[in-house]
C-alpha cells in the first residue's frame, strides 16, 4: 500500500485561505468515506482536525473544511493563522491494508 | 479525560524483540478499536496495525507483517504490540492512538509516544 500524495509544502499570508490536497486510488479514498485530517505541531503528537471527509471532532475551528471528489481528498484552511503552521496528514481507510497515511504537508504562514 | 500511555520503547540490537504497550484510561476501552501509528525521525505517519474492540480481527501494514503482533487486554484497559525481527528501518516513535468506534475510522486520541531504536 503506497502513502496517499500531498504536495510538500503550502504557504499563505495571514487572512488568506489554502487548500492541500491528498490524492489516492480508488482501493482508498475513491471508495470510501473515511478520509481524516491531522495536525502535528512540531514534538507533539497528531491531533485529529477532520473525520470522515468533513466532520470536525469538537473544539476544532470551523475555519478547517474538509471535502472529497473522486479519488482527491482535501483540506481547506480559512482565514489563515500564525497558530495554523504545522504539519498536516490526510489519512484514508483501505480496502488492503486497513488504513495508509498521506505523505504530509508543511504549511507554511508567511 | 482520556490518557493512553505508551511504554516499553528503547535500543534494541537488529534481530530482536520488543513489547510495547500502551495504558488506555477514560473511556471504555473494550468498545474502541485501537491502533499503532509510527513516525521514523524526521519522516511522516506510518499507520503499523489496527486491532477491533474484542479483538478478534488484527489488520498490519506490509511493512510489518509478519513479524509484529498487536494484541489487546480489555480487563486491563491496555494494548500491546509485539515487535519481532526488529530491522533499522522500524526505528521511529510508536503512537498508541484511540479509534473514533470501528477499524475503518479516524483516531482521536493518541498518546505522546514511545521511541524504539533499532541499533547494533
Known amino acids: 500500500q503506497s502513502a496517499l500524495t500531498q504536495p510538500a509544502s503550502v504557504s499563505g499570508s495571514p487572512g488568506q485561505s489554502i487548500t492541500i490536497s491528498c490524492t489516492g486510488t480508488?482501493?482508498?479514498?475513491?471508495?470510501?468515506?473515511?478520509v481524516s485530517w491531522y495536525r502535528q505541531h512540531p514534538g507533539k503528537a497528531p491531533q485529529l482536525m477532520i473525520y470522515?471527509?468533513?466532520n470536525r471532532p469538537s473544539g476544532v475551528s470551523d475555519r478547517f473544511s474538509g471535502s472529497k471528489s473522486g479519488n482527491t481528498a482535501s483540506l481547506t484552511i480559512s482565514g489563515l493563522q500564525a497558530e495554523d503552521e504545522s504539519d498536516y496528514y490526510c489519512s484514508s481507510y483501505t480496502s488492503s491494508t486497513a488504513h495508509v497515511f498521506g505523505t504530509g504537508t508543511k504549511v507554511t504562514v508567511l | 479525560e482520556v490518557q493512553l500511555l505508551e511504554s516499553g520503547g528503547g535500543l534494541i540490537q537488529p534481530g530482536g524483540s520488543l513489547r510495547l504497550s500502551c495504558a488506555a484510561s477514560?473511556?471504555?476501552?473494550?468498545?474502541?478499536?485501537m491502533h499503532w501509528v509510527r513516525q521514523a525521525p524526521g519522516k511522516g505517519l506510518e499507520w503499523v496495525s489496527g486491532i477491533i474492540s474484542h479483538g478478534g480481527s488484527t489488520y498490519y501494514a506490509d511493512s510489518v507483517k509478519g513479524r509484529f503482533t498487536i494484541s489487546r487486554d480489555n480487563s486491563k484497559s491496555t494494548l500491546y504490540l509485539q515487535m519481532n525481527s526488529l530491522r533499522a528501518e522500524d526505528t521511529a516513535l510508536y503512537y498508541c492512538a484511540k479509534g473514533r468506534g470501528g477499524p475503518a475510522r479516524a483516531s482521536d486520541y493518541w498518546g505522546q509516544g514511545t521511541l524504539v531504536t533499532v541499533s547494533s
Open positions: 470522515e471527509v468533513s
Open positions: 477514560g473511556f471504555t476501552f473494550s468498545s474502541y478499536a
Open positions: 480508488s482501493s482508498d479514498i475513491g471508495n470510501y468515506n473515511y
